[in-house]
């Protein structure tokens, strides 16, 4: 029986790769119907929004319409004010100027680069000529970036057509379609970073090199995956002091915001001179939690590949292939990156924002990985990822609520619910998701989370921890609060089990320090 079934996948497989080779049609009909699909969704999904820090890429955009360059001018913020108000949305007055800071010539610049609204002006334009709603410009650009290497895919010549069934399947089908209606840049990074993949499939380095940097203009940890890339180049070259010449210029794309930001404010970037960002915010959990947390990282929307790819990096380790191993320093390096950013659980769209360029890195692992397997294991992997993710993205991707960045979500409550330690996030991603709002959680300690009012998960500070001493299990009690005590916060998690799967939500209940004294 297991023979047959074996035989049969085989034959479908070898008929469906036969066919793409005899006929590229049918990558061309799988692109319209991708089309047709976000289309659809753009026309008939959620209406445009300002999410995020969608204030800033909105004003720049008007700024660069208004009068060609990035800075903040009145006449920017009255058409901005309009923009907002004919999509009803809400942008008050104290956030007119959030985000920009002021340079010694007067002017307004954001502390995100200016590349991406750029990008957006073109539909800008148009929709603003023809007296439609321009909000949509974003929704319209972001549509197109994702479009971009998906055509690529179709025409691309130096990958096999086994290779490329998967590569079109894992770009079409990912959580990136939770931002197509962001006025924000993480489809831009994202489609630059796979078409620097693609480039470096096809042999060519140097634009690779050039397609990654243009990534990175809005989210510098790409520059990372840029290094890697003219390391490569380099060494498909022998290591030539002009192919290094020509690489580096493909990369000085990257020096651009710095440039930009030293000549206006002799600083290298205003998110870090902001305060937004430093070395000092970097820590473990906030790198694992990109990567495993239950909330937002890349687990709970891409489970399937992201296991895959660290069985793959295990395999690569024993048979001395060191590829993948290389790509996933990558990855942990860009985490690490990541992890500067003071606020750690800021709006997204589901998954984690930074997540959504790094993407990309694990489509190239799960291809990479192909010749390590049988065609028909391979399939069966791919397949079963794809119906996973499929399925999640989905559900969710009719979704509207902006808010959910300050919510658990299903699998992290019954993660909670069940086994408490099982879920220890950054101390940010509880406490918001908890009260349901961005702010100074220090002041609400003790933060109690409970179940059918059992406690469950509690966030606490020492002094608080000593009035609710009572909640902790007497076997662990001094451990707890010397840990506690230590890193000054922490978690206490109950030591036993409930078993109430499916778990009902509304016995969920938080409670804070103005509620229990």
């Not at 996948?9 to 793409?20: A, E």
């Not at 006449?75 to 010694?104: T, W």
């Not at 870090?272 to 937002?296: C, E, M, P, R």
């Not at 049988?374 to 009719?398: N, R, W």
Request: charged fraction near 15%.
């Amino acid at each position: 029986m297991k023979n047959k079934l074996r035989c049969a996948i085989n034959d479908i497989l070898s008929g469906i790769v036969q066919k793409i080779k005899e006929d590229n049609r049918i990558f061309i009909l799988l692109f319209l119907i991708f089309v047709i699909f976000l289309s659809g969704f753009l026309c008939f999904g959620p209406k445009p929004a300002l999410v995020g820090d969608g204030g800033e890429y909105l004003g720049m955009t008007c700024s660069l319409y208004d009068h060609h360059t990035p800075d903040l001018r009145t006449e920017d913020i009255i058409f901005r004010q309009e923009i907002v108000d004919l999509n009803k949305i809400y942008f008050p007055a104290n956030l007119i100027y959030s985000g920009y800071v002021r340079s010694e010539d007067r002017g307004w610049y954001s502390i995100h680069f200016w590349f991406y609204p750029l990008c957006c002006l073109p539909a800008f334009t148009v929709l603003h000529f023809f007296n439609f709603n321009v909000l949509r410009c974003f929704q319209i650009t972001n549509l197109i970036l994702i479009l971009l290497p998906l055509i690529f895919i179709v025409f691309h010549k130096r990958i096999s057509n086994f290779e490329k069934i998967w590569l079109f399947a894992f770009a079409a089908i990912n959580p990136v379609l939770f931002y197509v209606n962001w006025s924000h840049p993480e489809i831009f990074s994202y489609t630059f970073v796979l078409l620097a993949i693609l480039f470096h499939l096809n042999g060519n380095n140097k634009i690779a090199v050039f397609m990654s940097s243009i990534a990175s203009l809005q989210n510098p940890p790409i520059i990372v995956f840029t290094l890697f890339l003219i390391m490569l180049g380099l060494k498909k070259e022998s290591w030539k002091l002009k192919e290094f010449g020509l690489l580096l210029l493909s990369a000085s794309v990257t020096g651009i915001p710095f440039l930009f930001y030293y000549i206006k404010f002799k600083t290298f970037s205003l998110v870090t001179l902001s305060g937004a960002a430093s070395v000092s915010y970097i820590s473990v959990d906030k790198i694992i939690s990109l990567f495993f947390d239950l909330n937002f990282g890349l687990f709970p929307y891409f489970p399937v590949l992201l296991i895959f790819s660290i069985v793959c990096l295990f395999m690569s380790l024993l048979k001395k292939n060191f590829f993948i191993p290389i790509l996933w320093s990558i990855l942990c390096l860009m985490a690490v990156v990541c992890s500067t950013q003071a606020n750690w659980n800021g709006g997204m769209m589901f998954i984690n924002r930074y997540d959504i360029y790094m993407i990309p890195i694990l489509i190239l692992i799960a291809i990479y990985s192909i010749k390590f397997y049988a065609k028909m294991t391979i399939s069966i992997i791919f397949i079963f990822s794809l119906l996973v993710t499929g399925c999640i993205t989905g559900i969710l991707l009719p979704s509207t609520d902006y808010g959910n960045y300050l919510k658990f979500n299903y699998l992290s409550n019954t993660a909670m619910v069940v086994f408490p330690s099982s879920y220890n996030p950054p101390f940010a991603v509880f406490a918001e998701r908890s009260i349901h709002a961005e702010t100074d959680y220090y002041k609400d300690f003790p933060i109690i989370y409970s179940y059918d009012n059992h406690p469950r998960k509690i966030l606490t500070d020492y002094q608080n921890a000593l009035k609710i001493e009572y909640l902790i299990n007497p076997l662990y009690k001094q451990k707890i609060l010397d840990n506690i005590k230590q890193q000054k916060i922490g978690y206490i998690n109950s030591d036993d089990f409930i078993f109430d799967i499916p778990i009902n939500i509304s016995k969920i209940q938080i409670s804070i320090l103005d509620q229990h004294g």
